[in-house]
């Protein structure tokens, strides 16, 4: 572990992704259930990077590249539908969205 | 051990410290900054990886676009009303830790015991360097084995930006009218819109003729001077007697 | 990495930070005068020759102000905010290059701070990011008028930056680089039309792309007849309304420094920064940013303010479809050669 190499990447990935999901699983604002979204896309993003850089490879930042385009899309689509469900429901609790349950 | 593992480290923790903030803090623009601090740190650790393009494409994507557009919903959507005032779930957050902590353990261990190497690729730093720096190369690539890949992206963000103006319409049509007529006329961040209910309009008895529909819903009425109604205040607040 | 090297770097980048925080002062007192003279005032001429001393004596009074936080804001992120919107001003200075490289004491000296490959998106990167300061001033604040003049402007800052960052296209696409030293580099050969003899400045062969990064940036920094978010008029000065002393100081210096930052940025990139008819030098750069900072100053005393969808509807049907126009005529025109570009 002295010397830097791909295992440094992908024990930041896994702890940063690992922080997102505790945060997928535990909180109640859809908002924050958002933002926790964006940061395990982040962190698969780390470990591609650090592959590419100990392989001498650019396919893993090409494929950062579209990871990070679709995490683009994907925040526009689901903040869009945020929008939606406060001005339908008046709320960002994902507890109390529970329409298609009931 | 050598510098870059000292600067990846301190780089790291503070981007770990920042995801944590996100996870820990209950006022979600709290969590929004602890987002753009560990998105800004991972920029960096880019950097370390010698992949300076997608560093910036980050800054620029990620913590430029992506976090100010979730800081503005947030700040549309209830600033004053937030679930996790009211209280958490200590069940569904005990569950959530266990499980997190024993992945977490899992996987490093997976990590630490990785046997399975690839083969190196061509692009070494003097490879890079020859071709003119990360962003060349990565043009090189991008624009010779990944063509149709980039334009599906093109299509899926055309997609996502078509999909993201339909869910934001509002529903009704009245409700898109009222908007419109918003927009045309007053600015959009006028503290007192049209949005607000209409004040019962007293008209004296028996002049009804002076009341002309308009479009809008928002009657004309004539009047030869501004005392004529004194009901209706020109300035100041309306009070209903 | 060699030591030498980035002490040198370090050090011309402190020097740097200083002259511009010095040219900053003065930047507000040139903006006074000016503003008065076009206005038919005097402006301020008590304070020392000509009112020389009286960026002191301002800085003197807002360091001296109470520094006061509201009962209902949000106390840590209102205390940050205008620091980060201070820190990160000055920073894209760091990219632009002032001169050839220097020999002193045997050491070679680059008259720029870092000459990283990805110049140009850096600086749009930091532009991108120097929007915190304001939506998390306004939002801590906990006042309806600062979150206000802060949705406001987020909403300005994001819409210009997407015109300010394709306007730049043309110009990338026809240097064929990212980094701002090589586009320089580009703009010092001459363009030989007929029998005209033309520097490569990129003003010349990107006429629309320099308008339209012209008015992106004064819209980008905030100011008139883009200044919006803090229309005293409409929103009791938007997002900065409950600071106060420094803090305030700190907001109003980092749009200087704004400006300063463009300034230079449009002169290297459209005007050939150093390039002069004789005597290439940093005295040229300065000359350029010297008339981008008076014409700041001249728009500002011409023309009023736009309403909020107007300039909303410049962004995004006008400005951004000229753009994308340009990015393309540009492209056709590197694909088949047409001329001497």
């Known amino acids: ?102 | 051990m050598a510098l870059s593992v000292l600067v990846f480290w301190l780089l790291a923790l503070v981007s770990i410290l920042g995801a944590l903030g996100v996870v820990v803090a209950r006022n979600p623009i709290h969590s929004a900054i602890g987002l753009v601090l560990s998105f800004l740190n991972v920029a960096a650790i880019y950097l370390v990886a010698r992949a300076e393009f997608l560093a910036v494409v980050q800054v620029i994507v990620y913590a430029g676009a992506v976090i100010v557009l979730v800081v503005f919903v947030t700040m549309l959507v209830h600033p004053d009303d937030l679930p996790e005032f009211h209280g958490r779930r200590p069940l569904r957050v005990a569950t959530g830790l266990i499980l997190g902590i024993a992945l977490l353990a899992e996987v490093t261990a997976a990590i630490l015991a990785r046997g399975l190497r690839g083969a190196p690729g061509p692009w070494t730093e003097e490879t890079v360097a020859a071709v003119g720096g990360n962003t060349s190369a990565l043009g090189q690539v991008l624009y010779s084995e990944f063509m149709l890949p980039i334009q599906l992206t093109a299509v899926l963000l055309l997609a996502a930006t078509i999909g993201a103006i339909v869910l934001a319409r509002p529903e009704a049509v009245s409700e898109r009218l009222a908007v419109a007529r918003r927009l045309l006329t007053i600015s959009l961040a006028h503290p007192r819109g049209l949005d607000q209910p209409e004040p019962p309009l007293a008209l004296p008895a028996g002049r009804d003729e002076r009341v002309k529909p308009a479009g809008g819903g928002r009657p004309i009425v004539l009047a030869r001077s501004a005392d004529e109604f004194t009901e209706r205040p020109a300035w100041g607040e309306w009070r209903p007697r | 990495m060699d030591w030498q090297r980035l002490l040198v770097s370090y050090l011309v980048g402190f020097v740097l930070l200083n002259v511009l925080l010095g040219l900053m002062a003065y930047m507000t007192w040139f903006e006074r005068r000016v503003l008065a003279r076009l206005q038919h005032r005097v402006g301020p001429n008590r304070t020392g020759p000509f009112g020389l001393l009286q960026p002191i004596a301002d800085g003197i009074k807002l360091l001296a102000k109470e520094d006061i936080v509201p009962a209902n804001a949000d106390r840590l992120v209102f205390l940050v905010a205008p620091l980060l919107s201070f820190a990160l001003a000055p920073l894209g200075a760091a990219v632009i290059p002032f001169g050839e490289t220097l020999h002193l004491f045997g050491v070679d000296v680059p008259l720029l701070v870092a000459d990283i490959n990805v110049a140009v998106l850096y600086v749009l990167a930091l532009g991108s990011v120097g929007v915190y300061g304001i939506i998390l001033g306004g939002y801590a604040s906990g006042n309806r008028y600062s979150l206000l003049g802060a949705l406001r402007s987020t909403a300005q800052v994001i819409s210009y930056e997407l015109v300010l960052g394709l306007s730049l296209v043309g110009v990338l696409i026809l240097s064929g680089s990212l980094s701002l030293q090589d586009i320089l580099r580009e703009q010092q050969r001459t363009l030989v039309i007929g029998p005209l003899t033309l520097p490569n400045w990129y003003i010349l062969s990107q006429p629309l792309a320099f308008a339209l990064f012209l008015i992106a940036a004064v819209a980008e920094t905030n100011r008139a007849p883009f200044d919006l978010p803090e229309a005293e008029t409409e929103l009791v000065a938007g997002y900065f309304t409950e600071y106060s002393g420094f803090r305030f100081s700190f907001y109003f210096l980092a749009e200087y420094i704004n400006m300063i930052v463009v300034s230079l940025l449009a002169a290297t990139l459209f005007l050939g920064g150093i390039d002069g008819p004789i005597a290439d030098g940093v005295w040229w750069l300065a000359l350029k940013a010297l008339f981008f900072l008076f014409f700041y100053v001249w728009l500002r005393a011409t023309l009023p303010r736009f309403r909020y969808d107007q300039l909303m509807g410049l962004a995004w049907k006008v400005l951004l479809p000229l753009a994308l126009l340009n990015i393309a005529l540009t492209g056709l025109v590197r694909l088949w050669g047409i001329g001497a570009l």
């Not at chain 1, 690992?18 to 699983?25: A, K, T």
């Not at chain 1, 964006?38 to 590419?52: K, R, Y």
């Open chain 1, 1 to 102: 572990m002295s010397e830097l190499s791909a295992t440094h990447f992908l024990l930041l990935s896994a702890a940063l992704f690992i922080i997102g999901m505790v945060g997928v699983l535990t909180r109640r604002n859809v908002l924050v259930i958002f933002m926790c979204i964006e940061l395990m896309l982040n962190a698969v993003n780390v470990s591609l990077i650090g592959f590419a850089w100990e392989l001498h490879q650019l396919t893993g930042q090409v494929f950062a590249l579209f990871v990070i385009a679709i995490a683009a899309a994907e925040a526009v689509v689901g903040l869009g539908i945020v929008m939606a469900l406060t001005r339908r429901a008046d709320t960002v609790d994902i507890d109390e969205l529970r329409q298609l349950r009931e």
